[in-house]
């Protein structure tokens, strides 16, 4: 039995499963196929919430042999990366609300002070030399005491994602000679920024939570979408001339970007 025959026995064995499985390099592999709308090629995604993902655009046609050609055509890629998302995926949701634990805030971990308060709803204060201090009400406990804690940073990093990121994408904008339509701040679990074909960006709010450069990076890499709606040569070239250290920065979002969660 040849090596695609083996394969296709195996894929076929697991069709009973929620999600199937391909074996790269005598390693069994899960993965999901993915519909969307947005895509416009054949493509593998790695994230924090669903792993590994073909993504299949809606319009187009895709055999099973063309999805495990491209997941075998990228065998060494996807073994190298995929642990630390599955390994993040599996933590995710873990994050631990306590006194001593940490939260990062640009690029700096800071401890969070947990102090009771008669309020109804959590609430999040930060200052630089006392980190973060989380108001709980008394009256939580368990799981309603951590999701009111996840959702009180969650309502902080808004808050400081608008003061932070809004003004300095403007300053962006100015100096690119580019005109903004809105900029909103959204809670994305994929997606660090967006820009739309009407000059609109949104940003995600957890961006707060990493360096100043990275941030400053996403803005400059949305921004380029008003001159290239893709990833194209002449896309990256924009964004180099903006920002030259961006292959860095891109790779820091890719090593760092799952670990800043809620």
Known sequence: MDRWARIRQYVAAQQLETMPQ???N????????????RAKYLSLRLDSKNGLQVVVPKTMRVSQREILL???SRADWILKHLPRYEATTATQGTTVFEA???????????????????????????????????????TLKGSARIT??????????????????????????????????????KDQRTRWGSASSKNNLNF????????????????????????????????WAHVGDY????????????????????
């Open 22 to 24: 391909i074996i790269l």
């Open 26 to 37: 005598d390693q069994p592999v899960t993965y999901i196929v993915r519909k969307s709308g």
């Open 70 to 72: 491209l997941l075998e």
């Open 100 to 138: 001593g634990s940490t939260m990062p805030y640009l690029g700096t971990p800071y401890s969070l002070a947990i102090r009771p308060t008669d309020s109804d709803r959590a609430r999040v204060t930060w200052d630089e030399a006392n980190g973060f201090i989380v108001h709980v009400p008394g």
């Open 148 to 185: 009111a804690i996840r959702e009180a940073f969650g309502r902080w990093y808004s808050k400081q994602a608008r003061a932070y990121i809004v003004p300095l994408a403007q300053q962006w904008a100015q100096q690119m000679q580019l005109s903004i339509g809105s900029i909103r701040i």
């Open 204 to 235: 995600n709010r957890r961006l707060m939570m990493a360096p100043p450069e990275i941030i400053e990076y996403v803005i400059i890499h949305e921004l380029c979408h008003f001159w290239e709606m893709n990833h194209s040569s002449r896309f």
């Open 243 to 262: 920002c030259p250290a961006y292959k860095r920065h891109r790779k820091w979002l890719r090593e760092n970007g799952p670990t800043l969660r809620l």
